[in-house]
């Protein structure tokens, strides 16, 4: 297509149209104005600071000195951060393995019109009023291998080392992570499951195809654009979990729990380092802008498709 | 002013304060109170931020040391010479954790805090066993409390300066206090000392030994589970500050009153050089004005400094619960307490040990003691060897 071509017939209709349009236009941008000043101030400036941080040594307490790449280095050659980064994939990946079934499952249990499903809905969705430093005290009190509810019950196969143990405490985190995150995931896969249009089930119905037959052909395609928002949601917000495993274990037994957030507060906050910190929140930037990238490119694709065609 | 929630300090500075309040209505003081392992991380960013409050409390040492090369605490040497009769009025040893470069940061307050070897002696009577003396003593104990059924040592684990309790000790034992000084004052590989790999394996031995209890990664400090397990005969014993004496009084049931618990100085290791009368722990805690407060409030602080703190109803309601402050002329009052045994220990200690080491994660800089902290956690879960324990910590000298 040319130039010539297009503008040709633009500039045609310009005289009708183009004032009130441009007004509208004016309006509309300084509309945008409080978000992108929030944005700026919240998360532009935030942002070149910690990169600006990376690049300097302080101890968060006395005077900010300039490091040049020495603190890119020491992070980049320390295992440590490897293990971090490690940790933090392997919570991800192994969140949304369990995460994502269950939720999807509770969803479309959920979902149904019955009283019972309702009143259970309510019970499952509890976890999610409790704050994670709340959910991680009570977990910690209650896996207490003397005084928690092992002896309480009575049940002594809970008297575990659960805090003790590296891949306990690492089975421990994921499991509470779950227990807390599920019921927003259900939430999300129950408001998808009741969107989807009920003469599917019922042409389905005519077919003679049984309740598993309908979850798979027409439920779980219909829910596509549910499971990667809810998989965006947990892969990404997996990247900041950081308060439950700072109160549960922190960072520990030893190294094993320390995940990439975790590791950034405990290098800043704890031993005084912000600079090397600072590095590990730019190294958590990228990851994170990376991942959402690519999952918005995984639901992208085919946006304009529509999934209701014929109905 | 922030201070640590916990009993029995909690009422005792809360009455402290009121008192004051009372008398000096225009120098109010307020306290927010925080949780310990909270605290230590919530007062450094508070500082960082500008946001301190006008009253600092701290251990001294290391973390002091980053404030006051960062300006952000009072000098208060000038007012010390002002008030000689205050200084003269503390046990002259506790000014060292508070002087960076020769100047005095911090006012000395509450109490020493040794640590201290505690048992339960009815275990031991039923066992027909005497406290350990030496590190031989103790290996024999730990299999004799194993076949009992009874867990040999309670330990609070996840909050690891516990842990760190035991390599003080083991490391002053067996390397004299010259080790840890070589450290403190940066020397190149003090790490590297043949006492420190030493310590770690004895650690590790004991660790295999089942010396600790099941789980012992689980217990927190904070939580004061592991005092439970000593009072309610599930440990035979527990190497904790000389603190959990008061709060083991207060939730133990009677199990003090009744003269059930024991305490003894660290035992010795064979061929070691240190001094069994050595002692490590909090020589007191410490208190400053942060530099960014006004004038008034500055003025207000040294006022409760000088007339609030340590009142004679403080010093009595720190002997009541079973502390030593750090203050002279107090053997009348230790002698007529009711937990005078204790007491006249712990004042013992203080007054006769020839080396009284700063806990660790205090005496050195955050970087070092974070460090420190977990690879201790590293050392007892036994994911490192003692070498790898020394070598970690030795890329830390000088940061």
Do not use: C
Not at chain 1, 179 to 191: A, D, E, K, R, S
Not at chain 2, 36 to 51: E, M, P, R
Not at chain 2, 166 to 188: H, S, T
Not at chain 2, 268 to 274: H, I, L, Q
């Amino acid at each position: 297509m040319s130039n010539a071509v297009s503008t040709a017939p633009r500039a045609a209709v310009r005289p009708a149209s183009s004032k009130p349009t441009e007004q509208r236009k004016t309006a509309l941008a300084w509309l945008t104005l409080p978000a992108l000043f929030f944005f700026l101030v919240f998360a532009v400036v935030p942002l070149a600071g910690v990169l600006i941080l990376s690049f300097t040594s302080w101890d968060g307490i006395g005077a900010i000195g300039a490091a040049g790449l020495d603190n890119w280095f020491s992070v980049l050659a320390d295992p440590g951060l490897y293990n971090a980064l490690g940790l933090t994939f392997l919570i991800m990946a192994v969140s949304w393995l369990v995460q994502t079934p269950i939720s999807l499952l509770l969803g479309v249990f959920t979902a149904g019109s019955q009283r019972y499903r309702a009143a259970l809905a309510v019970l499952y969705f509890l976890p999610l009023l409790l704050s994670s430093a709340a959910v991680a005290i009570a977990f910690k009190a209650l896996l207490d291998p003397n005084f928690g509810l092992a002896t309480g019950l009575g049940l002594p196969f809970l008297a575990q080392d659960w805090l003790g143990v590296p891949q306990l405490a690492l089975g421990l985190v994921i499991f509470v992570i779950a227990w807390q995150f599920v019921p927003f995931h259900t939430l999300i896969y129950q408001g998808g499951v009741r969107q989807i249009p009920k003469s599917l089930y019922e042409a389905a119905q005519i077919d003679g195809a049984g309740t598993i037959k309908q979850f798979f052909h027409i439920t779980l395609p219909q829910l596509k654009y549910t499971i990667i928002t809810s998989s965006t949601l947990m892969v990404v917000g997996s990247l900041t979990y950081f308060d439950l495993i700072f109160v549960l274990t922190g960072g520990g037994p030893g190294n094993s729990t320390r995940i990439l957030a975790l590791d950034m507060y405990l290098r800043g906050f704890r031993a005084n380092l912000m600079g090397p910190a600072s590095v590990i929140a730019v190294i958590l930037v990228i990851i994170g802008l990376a991942l959402a990238l690519f999952l918005q490119r995984l639901g992208g694709k085919d946006k304009q498709g529509s999934q209701l065609e014929g109905l | 002013m922030w201070y640590l929630s916990g009993e029995p300090n909690q009422t005792t500075m809360q009455k402290a304060v009121d008192a004051f309040n009372s008398a000096n209505s225009a120098d109010k003081i307020t306290v927010t109170y925080f949780q310990n392992d909270a605290y230590k991380t919530k007062i450094k960013t508070a500082i960082g931020a500008n946001q301190a409050p006008t009253i600092i409390y701290g251990w001294g040492g290391g973390g002091l040391k980053t404030y006051a090369e960062a300006n952000q605490v009072e000098d208060l040497t000038g007012w010390f010479d002002q008030n000689p009769d205050l200084k003269k009025k503390f046990f002259p040893s506790v000014f060292g954790a508070a002087t960076v470069n020769g100047k005095i940061y911090a006012l000395p307050n509450q109490y020493i805090a040794p640590i201290v070897l505690f048992y339960n002696k009815d275990l031991f009577q039923k066992a027909g066993v005497q406290p350990p003396q030496t590190w031989d003593d103790i290996m024999s104990l730990v299999k004799t409390f194993n076949d009992m059924g009874v867990a040999p040592f309670s330990l609070g684990g996840q909050s690891r300066w516990t842990s760190m309790m035991w390599l003080e000790y083991l490391l002053d034992r067996i390397g004299g206090p010259e080790v840890f000084n070589a450290i403190f004052a940066g020397k190149p590989n003090a790490w590297m000392d043949p006492a420190v790999i030493q310590t770690g394996t004895k650690i590790q031995e004991l660790v295999s030994a089942d010396g600790f209890i099941k789980g012992f990664s689980s217990i927190t400090a904070d939580s004061q589970a592991d005092q439970a397990l000593l009072f309610s005969g599930k440990a035979a014993m527990m190497l904790h500050g000389s603190w959990t004496y008061g709060s083991m009084k207060k939730a133990g049931q009677n199990f003090v009153q009744n003269g059930k618990l024991g305490f003894v100085p660290f035992p010795t290791v064979a061929g070691g050089k240190g001094d069994p009368k050595n002692g490590v722990g909090n020589p007191a805690a410490y208190m400053s004005i942060s530099s960014k407060a006004s004038d008034k409030e500055k003025e207000s602080a040294k006022k409760f400094f000088k007339d609030g703190i340590l009142t004679d109803t403080v010093i009595d309601a720190y002997i009541n619960s079973g502390s030593v402050p750090i203050v002279n002329g107090i053997e009348n009052k230790l002698n007529t307490s009711e937990d005078k045994e204790f007491l006249n220990f712990v004042y013992g200690m203080a007054k006769n040990a020839p080396n009284f080491q700063q806990s660790w994660d205090q005496a050195l800089s955050p970087t070092a003691a974070e460090a420190l902290l977990n690879n201790i956690d590293q050392l007892f879960l036994k994911s490192i060897t003692p070498q790898q324990f020394a070598e970690n910590m030795n890329a830390t000298l000088g940061k």
